[in-house]
């Protein structure tokens, strides 16, 4: 079209973009093939814990989802979930997420208290969304529905055509929590606040890292677990990286942390390896 338009348009776009609009197609058709092939490995599910502030016990685990190529190599969710969300593959993307998480935490019930996984906006404001949950937690009727956590950023609530309050409701109607996930990176996090029935709270990378030598972030961290509390909800960290902010969070009774101190996210395997290291040694 762009070519169509005049002889020398496509000269507008310079060589990033291009590369940019290349990757994006390159992105989408990679997403698409991952999705016809195996899905459980071709988009595998990883898991990362989230653990208590006091003692370092597991307490849960987020689900990020990750790509695995044809030529074997592992993708990041940054390099394809955009072109998920721009191009509606987020809702079977998301769905197969949901499956895995679900499927996991069934499998170490035992050992983990939730599973908490990511929502994006696109498959929030789907008609579909929630009676796909009620569908995915009644085929798992041993797990309490408040065993699985939906994290939500910021951006959903300004995203989302349709009524998310109403969505929320629904999604809270059958048991399920809600995280508000990145808080405190968005412009009206205090709005969001008021005006959405979360459960958790989970503090931005971007307060956490680095707390513990920076007066201004540990009393923004100290105000909004503050805030958290006063609400009823509970706080997770995330991003906590260095044994001294964990230290820090702890003197701030933060409850929960997450983050690359404590472990990387983990091939399913692996962090089955882990649960069952950790549960060994809590028993001892
Ligand atoms: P998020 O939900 O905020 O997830 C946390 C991200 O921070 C993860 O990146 C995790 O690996 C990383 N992280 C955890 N601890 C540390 C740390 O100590 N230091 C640093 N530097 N980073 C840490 P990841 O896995 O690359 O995911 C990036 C984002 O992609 C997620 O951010 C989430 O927004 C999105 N995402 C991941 N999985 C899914 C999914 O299944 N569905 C949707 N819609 N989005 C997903
Ligand atoms: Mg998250
Ligand atoms: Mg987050
Ligand atoms: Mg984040």
Redesign the pocket.
Same mark, same amino acid.
């Given at each position: 079209a762009a070519k169509r338009a005049g002889g020398n348009r496509l000269e507008v776009f310079n060589d990033r973009m291009r590369v940019s609009v290349r990757e994006r197609l390159l992105a989408e058709a990679r997403l698409r093939q991952a999705l016809d092939g195996d899905r459980d490995a071709t988009l595998p599910?990883?898991f $990362?814990p989230i653990v208590a502030a006091a003692d370092g016990r597991i307490l849960g685990a *987020?689900? #990020? /989802?990750?790509m695995r190529t044809p030529e074997g190599e592992i993708l990041?969710? &940054?390099h394809f979930?955009t072109a998920? *969300?721009e191009t509606g593959l /987020?809702v079977p !993307? &998301?769905e197969? +997420? !949901?499956t895995s998480?679900l499927r996991h935490l069934l499998l170490w019930q035992d050992e983990l208290g939730y599973v908490s /996984?990511?929502?994006?906006p696109? $498959?929030l404001s789907e008609p579909g969304f929630v009676p796909m949950l009620a569908g995915l937690l009644a085929r798992v009727p041993t797990l309490a529905p408040h065993r699985l956590v939906l *994290?939500i950023?910021e951006t959903a609530l300004l995203a989302t055509s349709v009524d998310l309050q109403e969505r929320l409701g629904a999604i809270k109607a059958l048991g399920v929590r809600i995280a508000l996930? %990145?808080f405190g990176t968005g412009y009206s996090s205090l709005t969001w606040l008021q005006s959405v029935p979360a459960d958790v709270v989970?503090l %931005?990378?971007s307060f +956490?890292?680095g707390l513990a030598d920076d007066v201004r972030k540990s009393s923004i961290i100290s105000a909004v677990l503050w805030l958290a509390r006063s609400l009823g909800m509970t706080a997770v960290a *995330? &991003? /906590?990286?260095a044994e001294a902010d964990w230290q820090a969070l702890r003197a701030a009774d933060c409850p929960a942390i $997450? &983050?690359? #101190?404590f472990s990387?996210?983990l091939p399913a395997p692996d962090f089955d390896a882990m649960l069952r290291r950790s549960t060994v040694l809590a028993a001892v």
């Amino acid at each position: 079209a762009a070519k169509r338009a005049g002889g020398n348009r496509l000269e507008v776009f310079n060589d990033r973009m291009r590369v940019s609009v290349r990757e994006r197609l390159l992105a989408e058709a990679r997403l698409r093939q991952a999705l016809d092939g195996d899905r459980d490995a071709t988009l595998p599910v990883w898991f $990362q814990p989230i653990v208590a502030a006091a003692d370092g016990r597991i307490l849960g685990a *987020e689900a #990020l /989802v990750r790509m695995r190529t044809p030529e074997g190599e592992i993708l990041a969710p &940054g390099h394809f979930i955009t072109a998920a *969300e721009e191009t509606g593959l /987020v809702v079977p !993307l &998301g769905e197969h +997420v !949901l499956t895995s998480a679900l499927r996991h935490l069934l499998l170490w019930q035992d050992e983990l208290g939730y599973v908490s /996984v990511n929502v994006s906006p696109r $498959q929030l404001s789907e008609p579909g969304f929630v009676p796909m949950l009620a569908g995915l937690l009644a085929r798992v009727p041993t797990l309490a529905p408040h065993r699985l956590v939906l *994290e939500i950023t910021e951006t959903a609530l300004l995203a989302t055509s349709v009524d998310l309050q109403e969505r929320l409701g629904a999604i809270k109607a059958l048991g399920v929590r809600i995280a508000l996930d %990145d808080f405190g990176t968005g412009y009206s996090s205090l709005t969001w606040l008021q005006s959405v029935p979360a459960d958790v709270v989970k503090l %931005d990378r971007s307060f +956490v890292a680095g707390l513990a030598d920076d007066v201004r972030k540990s009393s923004i961290i100290s105000a909004v677990l503050w805030l958290a509390r006063s609400l009823g909800m509970t706080a997770v960290a *995330e &991003g /906590v990286d260095a044994e001294a902010d964990w230290q820090a969070l702890r003197a701030a009774d933060c409850p929960a942390i $997450q &983050g690359y #101190l404590f472990s990387r996210p983990l091939p399913a395997p692996d962090f089955d390896a882990m649960l069952r290291r950790s549960t060994v040694l809590a028993a001892v």
